[in-house]
C-alpha cells in the first residue's frame, strides 16, 4: 500500500478506535436523570486537588506560548522598503548605474497605485532600447517582481501608465551579483532589503491583496480600494502595521496575535462547559494542532477576527446562561449583566469586522429564544417580569451596542471621503450616507458574485475535508512551496462522528448543552447551505472551532462513564497533535522534494498539495 494511502487510512482507523471507547448513551431523558443518581457510584469525576489546577494553569500558559513561538516562526519579513516613488500618468524616470554591464534580471517592489511600466535600457544615456514592462495592476501589489532583462547598459529609463507606486528597483548581471547604482533616490536607496527571489515571506498571496492594501489605505487616510466588507478587521490588521511596519509581518502579525489568543479563550470556554482538568486543556491543544485555525490566522485577511469574537460572544452568552460553575448547585436561572453586556460588545466587535458574524448572531438569538421558551414553560407567569428585563437589556446589548460600533467603525471612510475628523463628523448627513450606501452596495456585491475558482468548494465538501482552498504554489526546480486552508482530517473527521453524537444527546437526552453546542455549529454552516455565490473551505474556519468544543463533549462522556478515559481522549490528542508535526513543513510552506511532498500530504486526490 501506497504511503500517500496508508496515512488517511491509518488516521481512519485511530478514529475509530477512539470512539469504541464511547459509553453506551441513554436513550431518553429519563435514564439520563436515572444515569445521574448513580453517576457517583460509577466513575465521578474527581476534583482536582490545588496542585493538579497549578499543572493545569501551567499547561495553558506553556501550550500558549509554544504555539505563539510556532505561529510567529516564518510569518513574514520584518523588513521591506518603506520609502516610494509615486509616478504620474507618462512620468520618466532615468537610473544610472555605476557602470556598464551585462543584464541578466531586475527586482522590483510595488506598493499601491495601479498602472504599468516600461524599461528601456541604453549605454550612453542617447540610444534607447525598449527591454521590457512591468504590468501594476491590483493582483500585483505589495509584492516583489522578478523582471527578465537581456543586454548591456548602464541606465535604465523607467516610462509609468496610470499612478502606480515603486519602492526599490535592482538589477543584476550575468553572474546574479546586484549591480550598484550611482543615482540616488527612493528607488534606489534600500537596495540591501531586495530578497533572492520572491516569496510569500517577502510578497503578499491571495486576499492579502484587498486586506493588507486596505489596511494602509486606511493609515493614509485614502478612500479605500476594497468596501466589501465593513471595516473593523482592516483597522486591526493596520494596528500590527503601525507597530511593525508595511512589512508582510507587520500586515500579518494582528492576525497571528489573535490566533494565539483563541487559544486560552477555547481553554475557558472548555473549562465552563466541562470543569476542571484534562478536557479543557486537550480542547485546547486540538485548536493549537488544528491546521485551519494555523494558517488561517497567518494570512492578512479578516476571517479570524470574525471566528474570534463569535468565539467570544457564544462563550459569554454561555455563561449567562449556565451562571453556576460545573457540578454546583444552581443559584440563579442567568447570569450577571455584565456576561451578556460582553455577549453583545463581542457580537458588534464581529459583525463590524465581516458580515458572517450576523449568522453567529442569528445562532445567539434562537438559544435565546428557546431558553425563555424554556423558562415560561418551567415558572409560567413569574417569567413575565424578568423576560421584559431581559428584553430591554438586550437590545442594548445586541442592538444598539452593535450599531453604534458598526457605525463607528466607517470612520476612515469619513476621513477618505475628505470630511473633517473628529467627533463632530458622526453627527454629518455625509457620514450616515457613507454607511448606508456602503451596506447596500456590499449587499449586491456579495449577493451578484459569479466568478470561479479552481480551488472552489461546497459545505457538504467542507465537512469532509474534501477540497481545501491552495493560497500559495512555488516551484524551485525540483522543491516546491505550497500551503492553503484545510482542516486537520483528525479534528474534521472525528468531529463529524461527534456531531452525531452531540445531536443525540441534544434530543434525545435533552441536555442543554449539547443543544447549545450543535446550534453553534450549525449557525456558522446552514447559510451556506442557501449560498450559491463561489465559496471557499476557509468559511469552514468558525465550525472548525466549533468541531473543538464537540469533541470536548464527547471527551467529557467517557471522563463520567469510563474507568480508562485518559487513554482515548489523550490518545486522539497526540493522533492530532502528529498528524499536525507531519504536516508542519508544509503548513508554513517550507521548500519540500516535490515528489515527498505529494507522498506525504496528498491524502486525498482533490487536496492540491
Not at 441536555?511 to 447551505?529: I, M, S, T
Request: aromatic share 16%; net charge positive.
Amino acid at each position: 500500500m501506497k504511503i500517500t494511502v496508508l496515512f488517511p487510512v491509518l488516521t481512519a482507523l485511530l478514529i475509530s478506535a477512539f470512539y469504541l471507547f464511547l459509553p453506551p448513551l441513554p436513550s431518553s431523558a429519563g435514564e439520563m436523570l436515572k444515569e445521574k443518581r448513580t453517576r457517583g457510584r460509577k466513575a465521578e469525576p474527581i476534583q482536582p486537588r490545588p496542585a493538579a489546577q497549578r499543572g493545569e494553569r501551567v499547561a495553558v500558559v506553556l501550550v500558549t506560548l509554544l504555539y505563539a513561538l510556532t505561529a510567529f516562526s516564518h510569518l513574514g519579513d520584518t523588513r521591506a522598503p518603506q520609502s516610494f516613488h509615486v509616478f504620474s500618468e507618462g512620468e520618466s524616470l532615468t537610473l544610472e548605474l555605476k557602470e556598464e554591464s551585462e543584464l541578466s534580471r531586475a527586482m522590483a517592489y510595488s506598493l499601491l497605485g495601479t498602472g504599468s511600466f516600461s524599461l528601456s535600457l541604453s549605454a550612453d544615456g542617447e540610444s534607447w532600447t525598449e527591454a521590457a514592462g512591468l504590468e501594476q495592476d491590483y493582483i500585483a501589489l505589495l509584492k516583489w517582481h522578478e523582471i527578465s532583462l537581456s543586454g548591456r547598459a548602464r541606465y535604465l529609463r523607467l516610462t509609468a501608465h496610470g499612478s502606480p507606486e515603486l519602492g526599490e528597483l535592482t538589477l543584476y548581471d550575468e553572474n546574479g551579483a546586484a549591480l550598484p547604482w550611482k543615482s540616488s533616490g527612493e528607488l534606489c536607496d534600500e537596495q540591501a532589503l531586495t530578497p533572492e527571489r520572491p516569496g510569500f515571506l517577502n510578497s503578499s498571496y491571495f486576499d492579502e491583496i484587498y486586506h493588507a492594501r486596505t489596511a494602509l489605505e486606511h493609515l493614509r487616510g485614502v478612500w479605500p480600494y476594497e468596501i466589501t466588507h465593513p471595516p473593523l478587521g482592516k483597522l486591526l490588521i493596520a494596528l500590527g502595521i503601525s507597530l511593525f511596519g508595511m512589512t508582510p509581518f507587520g500586515w500579518r502579525f494582528s492576525g497571528t496575535l489573535f490566533g494565539v489568543l483563541m487559544l486560552p479563550l477555547v481553554y475557558a470556554f472548555a473549562r465552563r462547559l466541562f470543569g476542571r482538568g484534562s478536557v479543557p486543556v486537550c480542547c485546547m491543544l486540538l485548536l493549537a494542532a488544528d491546521f485551519m485555525h494555523f494558517n488561517q490566522t497567518r494570512i492578512a485577511t479578516i476571517d479570524t477576527y470574525g471566528v474570534f469574537f463569535t468565539l467570544g460572544m457564544y462563550y459569554f452568552l454561555y455563561c449567562w446562561l449556565f451562571p453556576q460553575a460545573e457540578g454546583a448547585s444552581p443559584a440563579r436561572a442567568e447570569g450577571t449583566t455584565r456576561d451578556l453586556a460582553l455577549a453583545g460588545l463581542f457580537f458588534g466587535l464581529g459583525a463590524a469586522s465581516k458580515w458572517t458574524c450576523l449568522y453567529a448572531g442569528a445562532g445567539l438569538g434562537l438559544i435565546w429564544a428557546l431558553h425563555w421558551i424554556g423558562r415560561f414553560s418551567r415558572e409560567r407567569g413569574r417569567a413575565l417580569r424578568p423576560f421584559g428585563r431581559n428584553v430591554v437589556l438586550c437590545l442594548v446589548f445586541f442592538v444598539l451596542v452593535p450599531a453604534l460600533i458598526y457605525y463607528l467603525s466607517y470612520y476612515p471612510y469619513g476621513i477618505g471621503y475628505g470630511l473633517k475628523g473628529g467627533a463632530g463628523m458622526y453627527f454629518t448627513r455625509d457620514y450616515a450616507k457613507i454607511v448606508l450606501s456602503n451596506q447596500g452596495y456590499m449587499f449586491r456585491y456579495h449577493s451578484g458574485v459569479s466568478a470561479t475558482h479552481p480551488y472552489s468548494s461546497r459545505w457538504y465538501q467542507w465537512m469532509l475535508d474534501i477540497r481545501p482552498i491552495l493560497y500559495y504554489l512555488d516551484y524551485k526546480g525540483s522543491l516546491r512551496s505550497s500551503f492553503g486552508a484545510l482542516v486537520n482530517p483528525v479534528l474534521c473527521w472525528a468531529g463529524l462522528i461527534a456531531l452525531g453524537v452531540l445531536g443525540w444527546c441534544a434530543f434525545a437526552r435533552r441536555d442543554r448543552k449539547a443543544l447549545f453546542l450543535l446550534l453553534g455549529y450549525l449557525a456558522q454552516l446552514l447559510p451556506w447551505v442557501f449560498i450559491t455565490r463561489i465559496t471557499f473551505e476557509y468559511h469552514y474556519f468558525p465550525c472548525s472551532v466549533f468541531l473543538v468544543l464537540t469533541l470536548g463533549y464527547v471527551f467529557e462522556l467517557m471522563r463520567e462513564s469510563a474507568r480508562n478515559w485518559r487513554v482515548p481522549v489523550w490518545g486522539l490528542t497526540a493522533l492530532q497533535t502528529a498528524v499536525f508535526a507531519l504536516f508542519y513543513p508544509q503548513l508554513w510552506g517550507a521548500e519540500l522534494n516535490t515528489k515527498t511532498a505529494s507522498l506525504l500530504y496528498r491524502w486525498l486526490p482533490t487536496w492540491p498539495f
